[in-house]
Each structure stands twice: as C-alpha cells, then as structure tokens.
C-alpha cells in the first residue's frame, strides 16, 4: 500500500494583522519537523500542499533541510483544495445563530481574536452549528462541500501518483480532519473533537490502494516535544 503524511503547518500568527504566516514558534515548529523527517530517511515520491503561506512556509523548511541530501530538490506542487476553511466567514455567518440558540453571556466577544482560548470556546460553538448541516449561507463553503473538496483532492493526490507511492501534504487542521473523517467514517462532531487534538507541525498518516484509504497514525508530534530542550507544541 502507498503512504500519505498529512502535515499541519506550523503555528499561525494569531491576533496579529496577518494571520496567514508561520509564528516565531511556528518557525521552530517547522524547523522541527524538517530535522525528524529527514532523520527518518524517507523519500518522498511527490510533496504537495496548499496554497496559504503558512502551508507553503511549512513545506519550505522542509525542502531546505532535505536538498543536500535530495536531487534533485523535491519540488512543491500546490493543491488549492488543500487550503484551510475560510474561519472569518464561518464566524460572520453562524455567530449570530450561537448567539440567538445559546446563552450569550458566556461568551467574551471583545477578545475572541485576542485570547486563544476566548476563541475555542466560542469558535467551538460556532463549528458544531456547521457541521451540523441545518443552516446554509450563499457564498460560504458548507461543511459537506469542505469534506467533498478535500476528498476530490486526496483522490486526485492519488491518481496523479498511482500504487505504493510515499506522498507529503502540508496542509491544515480541517483538511486533516476531514480526511481522517472520510477514513473512519465518523460524524461531523466526532470529527471536530479530533481536529481540536490536532497539533502545529503534527504527522498524521494514512495508507492507500485501489480499494481503500484508511489511518495509519495520528497526530504525531513527538518531534515537538523536547525540541533543543523544550516543548514546543501548540494546538492553535
């Protein structure tokens, strides 16, 4: 059977006005998972990721650290289904459903883009009425159409590469998820509880034939753990 690893890109740089760039710890994150999948000693027959910079930057460290060892040099093939959901749609759209359904003063509104933490809470909220499949809004991506985005690109991965391949994609959290979801066939719920789990510059892994795609590992990140002496894990 072939090999998929799905990466997540290193930590975002959250609250800050460009979201979409790998964080000082994100960079060490990254620069982490370099070193460990280049200690493995894997080639990798194909590397692919999205489109959004913190994916790309992720992947770039990657590359870097493989090319004196790689020729020639991998190269990066770009998938826009790879891309994350668009999470400032999501929250303009479905906050004021949380806010008419739950009890509002649980929420602290003015720091949800502050406080990470503000943010799961209410982000939470928000992602159970979207996969929930009850409410459609013109223009954003439902939970239903990210999952068939993801798998069509998976499929694609795979026909492009054909049998017993090893395949790289750096992607993001939802991605990840959603292919773990088409794997096990888990609800949308169940689903969210595992992305919650999903680490910056994780590993998770899935095998692959004709007939089935199916999870080998998730969500290592091991590599993060005593990194130069530190652990270096996040989650957001």
Wanted: proline share 3%; net charge positive; glycine share 6%.
């Amino acid at each position: 059977m072939g090999d998929i690893y799905f990466v997540r890109h290193g930590q975002a740089s959250f609250g800050e006005d460009n979201y979409d760039r790998i964080s000082e710890t994100g960079d060490l994150q990254s620069c982490a998972l370099a070193e460990y999948l280049c200690n493995t000693g894997i080639t990798f027959d194909s590397i692919y990721c999205g489109t959004l910079d913190r994916q790309q930057q992720t992947a770039e460290r990657f590359i870097n650290r493989a090319a004196p060892r790689k020729s020639p040099p991998y190269e990066l093939k770009f998938r826009p289904e790879l891309n994350e959901y668009n999470s400032r749609e999501i929250v303009r759209h479905y906050l004021p459903i949380v806010l008419r359904e739950e009890t509002p003063h649980i929420f602290n509104l003015q720091e949800i883009y502050r406080d990470k933490k503000a943010f799961q809470k209410i982000f939470h909220s928000i992602m159970l009425k979207m996969v929930s499949g009850k409410y459609e809004f013109s223009g954003v991506e439902s939970w239903e159409s990210f999952q068939t985005r993801v798998r069509t690109a998976i499929k694609k991965i795979i026909a492009e590469n054909g049998a017993g391949k090893k395949i790289l994609v750096f992607s993001s959290g939802g991605p990840i998820a959603a292919a773990v979801q088409a794997a096990l066939d888990i609800s949308g719920e169940a689903t969210l509880r595992l992305m919650w789990q999903i680490a910056n510059a994780s590993i998770t892994r899935f095998k692959y034939n004709a007939e089935e795609f199916s999870l080998h590992s998730f969500n290592n990140y091991s590599h993060l753990l005593f990194y130069k002496g530190k652990n270096i894990t996040t989650f957001r």
